[in-house]
Every structure is written in C-alpha cells, then in structure tokens.
C-alpha cells in the first residue's frame, strides 16, 4: 500500500488531490482569523447566480502547475509577466466551466448516475491493466479527503460541461474552393514599379517665431494629467495573523487621527507610520517608489482631489492614499516648447516639398511618360519591397498608380500584373488543417461571448486583491 502511494505521488491526479487535502486544513485555517468564525466569504467571481470561489481557484491553479515543468512552475512564482499568465489562464478556467454550467442548468441538461459510474470505471487512476479496481477507489477517497459524493459532483460538472462545449470544438469542413482561394491570397505575387522620394533630399532653413506658431497652433502639445498625492504606510507581514490584526489595528488608529482632523503626515508621526508625498505624478509615468505600484497609482487617478482611501491591505502592510492637488491635462506653453517644435517644422516643410515631387512623378506616370529610379519587382505579401509598398500592391487594382506614405518618405507605386502560385499539395493540406483551427476558435470565441452575455461575470475586487493580486 505505502509503496503504491509513494509511486502515485508523482502523477498530476494525485498532486492535485493531495493539494486539495492539504487545502481543506490550512485553507480553512487561515479563513478563521482573516474572516472570523462566522462569516467566510472566499467568493472570487461571481457568474450570472453561481459562485466560483478562492478554494476553485487554487485547485485549478493546482491542477495547472502540476502540468509543468520544475522550470516553469519556478518562473510563475519569480517572474511578474508569468505569474500573470498563469493567473490569466486560471481565471478563464473556471470561469468558462461555470458559464457551461449554467448553460447545462438552463438548457435542463441531466447526468444519470449510471453515467457517473462508468466515468470512474473509466478514469485510469482506478484501473489496473485497464481494468477498474474497487480498492485502488476506494483507497484515493480514503487518502484525498473527499467523499464519493465529491467526486461524483465533480465528474457530473465535467460531463455537463462537454455536453455544452463538445460541439463548438468540432472540426469544421473547409470545402475546397475556399482553401484555393486563401491559397491563391497568400502566395499570389505582383509585378510593381515605385519611386522613393525621401523628406530627407530637401533642406529647409531656419524657421522664425511666426512659422512655429502657425506650426504650434496646427500640431499643439498635450500635457498630460498629473497629481499631487501623499500615503501613509504601516509595515506588516499579512501572511502571519498576529502581524496582519497588529497591523489593521495600527493603521485604524492612524486613520482615526484623520478622520478626526489630523493632517496624514501628523497623524503618520504620531502613528508612527512611513508617511510620503509625491508631486507631478503621471498615470503612465516611471516612479522609484517601492509601495506606489500600478494598481494603487490607477486608485489614486479614479479619486477626487482631496479624498483619502479607505484601508488599503498589501502583502507587507496597509496603506491609505490621498490625493492633493489634480493638474489637468492641458496644452502646453508656447514659449516652453519652443525649442523641441522646430525639428517638428522642418520635416513638415520637407514633408510639403517631398509631397510636391512624388506628385509630380505620379503625374508622369499617369501619362505614361518616363519616370527615373523606378524600381522594378516582383513581391509577395511579405516581401520584395518595404511594406508599406507591399500593402499598396495588392490593395490596388492592376495598372493602377498612386501615392503612400512611410514615416519618411513617399512611395510612387504603380501595380502591374498578378502573377498565381503554383499549386502546392502539401502547403494547401497545411492551410486548410490551419483555417479548420481558426474556423473553431471563432465558433468557440462567438459561443463564449453570447454565455458572457447571458451569464454576466463580475469579479469580487475586494478578495481578488487580497488573495490573487497581491
């Protein structure tokens, strides 16, 4: 028996049961003292009327980083950008499961217990030789803390949910003259001629007040919002109960001193809080400051000019935000700005007189007359020519002519001849395996937007901050 278990160990199921094991002692644990005995609101999202909560979220987080690499779990943990993919993927989980209940629900779809019974005479984790073993059952509920009627309900979910989805994952026939048809758009190519006349080429001289005023006045400079703020912060480790009500406790008093006229730096020294004031803070800019992330600056860009926050809990501490002063977005002053508008002028002058010439060759072109530097080339989608040029190609009728802009140049283009792809028999195979994929992605994005509509999801800001986000 021990050495069964010690080789189970180590599969995805049974990580997965173990963890919900482990889950049920000190998850509720914890739910004691950050809840208090009575009320133990772990809702993480809610549904349409169904309830997806915190101990959903970490089975399925559970599930989902038992399926990686030592490597990749590690990076989840370490690195922001994956931890949030992770999070990401969990969160669209469970809650595409739940919009496939409640679809299941309302469309009175039912699971008979004898269809249960042979879903876990089926599952491998209960078989030997491919045969179901009683015991081996018997054994995993023993072992796992669940009962039959959990795993039951858990496998009756994951029917239903098949039973709604299983036909939007169904491979869509791709008929054949569609597959020529996108063959023939992605490697047809065309014959093109194109002049480049670059802003560049053209010198301008300096510009006076005058010209950058016109200038200014046509092309202004935004500055955007910023704000005054200030915080206060009372350090604390969160994840210990005893730090996390010393904590609470202390930052209520200070918040107290506030309420009862104090300023926040006052009431911060007699609180004996970290006390901060920032001025010309920007809702996009770069900040040094530890506590101010992304999260609590978008806060402090929703408040009013003169409002604190409630209690705001970190994983290290509590803080509350003020907002001081709030600096609209505005245009900026001539004379400030002067400087920098002149490289502006300049290339639009030679962006008029670059203009002029490109039209003046468009003209010969029109005419059939001779153009000199016309380019010569036969290209793809993708390549031959820079794109911009590319674009123009095959967005124009053959023999037309026109005029298209890059960041510093124009482009006078002239389409010659479409010339066919040869056929491909393996390349069409490949594309049509490709447009079947995205066929049933967009059936299944469609599907999953009505069940949005239907089953409206909201997530519960005040438990995804405190136990997801931070």
Request: aromatic content about 8%.
């Given at each position: 028996?021990?050495?069964?278990?010690?080789?189970a160990?180590?599969k995805?199921l049974?990580?997965v049961?173990?963890?919900?094991?482990?889950?049920s002692?000190?998850?509720?644990g914890?739910?004691?003292?950050?809840?208090?005995?009575?009320?133990?609101?772990?809702?993480?999202?809610?549904?349409?009327?169904?309830?997806i909560?915190?101990?959903?979220f970490?089975?399925e987080?559970?599930?989902?980083?038992?399926?990686?690499?030592?490597?990749?779990q590690r990076?989840?943990y370490?690195?922001?950008?994956?931890?949030?993919?992770?999070?990401?993927?969990?969160?669209?989980?469970?809650?595409?499961?739940?919009?496939?209940l409640?679809?299941?629900?309302?469309?009175?779809?039912?699971v008979?217990?004898?269809?249960?019974a042979?879903?876990?005479?089926?599952h491998?984790?209960?078989?030997?030789n491919g045969?179901?073993?009683?015991?081996?059952?018997?054994?995993?509920?023993?072992n796992s803390g669940?009962?039959?009627?959990d795993?039951?309900?858990?496998?009756?979910?994951?029917?239903?949910?098949d039973?709604?989805?299983?036909?939007?994952?169904?491979?869509l026939?791709?008929?054949q003259?569609?597959?020529?048809a996108?063959y023939?758009?992605?490697y047809?190519?065309?014959?093109?001629?194109?002049?480049v006349?670059?802003?560049?080429?053209?010198?301008v001289?300096?510009?006076?007040?005058?010209?950058?005023k016109?200038y200014?006045?046509?092309?202004?400079?935004?500055v955007?919002e910023?704000?005054?703020?200030s915080?206060?912060?009372?350090?604390?480790?969160?994840?210990?109960?005893?730090?996390?009500?010393?904590?609470?406790a202390?930052?209520?008093?200070i918040?107290?001193?506030?309420?009862?006229?104090?300023t926040?730096k006052d009431?911060?020294?007699?609180?004996?809080?970290k006390?901060?004031?920032?001025?010309n803070l920007?809702r996009?800019?770069?900040?040094?400051d530890?506590?101010?992330?992304?999260?609590?600056?978008?806060?402090?860009?929703a408040m009013?000019s003169?409002?604190?926050s409630?209690?705001?809990e970190l994983k290290d501490?509590f803080?509350?935000?003020?907002?001081?002063d709030?600096?609209?977005?505005?245009?900026a002053e001539?004379?400030?700005?002067?400087?920098?508008l002149?490289?502006g002028?300049?290339?639009?002058?030679?962006?008029?007189?670059?203009?002029?010439?490109?039209?003046?060759?468009?003209i010969?072109?029109?005419?059939?007359?001779?153009?000199?530097?016309?380019?010569e080339?036969?290209?793809?989608?993708?390549e031959?020519?820079p794109l911009?040029?590319?674009?123009?190609?095959f967005?124009?009728?053959?023999?037309a002519?026109?005029?298209?802009?890059?960041n510093?140049?124009?482009?006078?283009?002239?389409?010659g001849?479409?010339?066919m792809?040869?056929?491909?028999?393996a390349?069409k195979?490949?594309?049509r395996?490709?447009?079947?994929?995205?066929?049933?992605r967009?059936v299944m994005?469609?599907?999953?937007?009505?069940?949005?509509?239907?089953?409206?999801?909201?997530?519960?800001?005040?438990?995804?901050?405190?136990f997801i986000?931070?």
């Amino acid at each position: 028996m021990l050495e069964y278990l010690r080789n189970a160990a180590d599969k995805p199921l049974a990580k997965v049961l173990m963890f919900v094991l482990i889950f049920s002692f000190v998850g509720w644990g914890a739910a004691e003292w950050i809840f208090g005995g009575a009320t133990r609101d772990t809702t993480l999202v809610h549904v349409g009327n169904a309830d997806i909560s915190l101990e959903q979220f970490n089975n399925e987080r559970s599930k989902q980083l038992a399926t990686m690499t030592k490597e990749e779990q590690r990076a989840s943990y370490t690195d922001p950008a994956k931890a949030s993919q992770l999070i990401n993927s969990v969160m669209s989980t469970v809650t595409l499961h739940q919009l496939a209940l409640n679809r299941a629900e309302d469309l009175g779809f039912v699971v008979s217990d004898k269809r249960i019974a042979e879903e876990i005479k089926k599952h491998p984790q209960f078989q030997i030789n491919g045969q179901f073993v009683p015991w081996m059952f018997d054994m995993v509920i023993q072992n796992s803390g669940l009962s039959e009627q959990d795993i039951a309900a858990s496998l009756r979910a994951d029917v239903l949910h098949d039973m709604v989805l299983s036909p939007t994952k169904a491979t869509l026939q791709i008929p054949q003259f569609a597959v020529d048809a996108a063959y023939n758009a992605r490697y047809a190519k065309r014959d093109v001629k194109y002049s480049v006349v670059k802003f560049s080429d053209y010198k301008v001289d300096e510009p006076n007040d005058e010209q950058l005023k016109n200038y200014y006045a046509q092309h202004p400079t935004i500055v955007p919002e910023t704000r005054s703020v200030s915080y206060l912060f009372v350090a604390s480790d969160n994840s210990k109960p005893d730090s996390y009500d010393a904590g609470f406790a202390k930052t209520q008093k200070i918040e107290d001193m506030i309420i009862s006229g104090d300023t926040m730096k006052d009431a911060a020294n007699k609180g004996g809080a970290k006390y901060e004031k920032i001025s010309n803070l920007a809702r996009n800019g770069k900040i040094s400051d530890k506590v101010l992330t992304n999260d609590l600056i978008a806060k402090l860009f929703a408040m009013e000019s003169g409002n604190e926050s409630e209690i705001i809990e970190l994983k290290d501490g509590f803080v509350i935000l003020r907002v001081d002063d709030v600096i609209a977005e505005h245009n900026a002053e001539f004379n400030d700005i002067k400087k920098s508008l002149i490289s502006g002028w300049k290339k639009s002058e030679q962006r008029k007189q670059a203009y002029a010439k490109a039209n003046e060759k468009l003209i010969a072109l029109n005419h059939g007359e001779t153009v000199r530097n016309l380019k010569e080339s036969s290209v793809s989608r993708t390549e031959g020519a820079p794109l911009v040029v590319l674009n123009a190609a095959f967005a124009g009728k053959e023999g037309a002519n026109s005029i298209v802009e890059d960041n510093d140049a124009f482009y006078v283009v002239s389409v010659g001849k479409t010339v066919m792809p040869k056929s491909d028999k393996a390349k069409k195979e490949s594309l049509r395996k490709e447009l079947e994929k995205m066929s049933t992605r967009f059936v299944m994005d469609d599907y999953t937007r009505f069940l949005k509509s239907e089953y409206p999801i909201k997530i519960n800001e005040r438990n995804y901050d405190k136990f997801i986000a931070k």
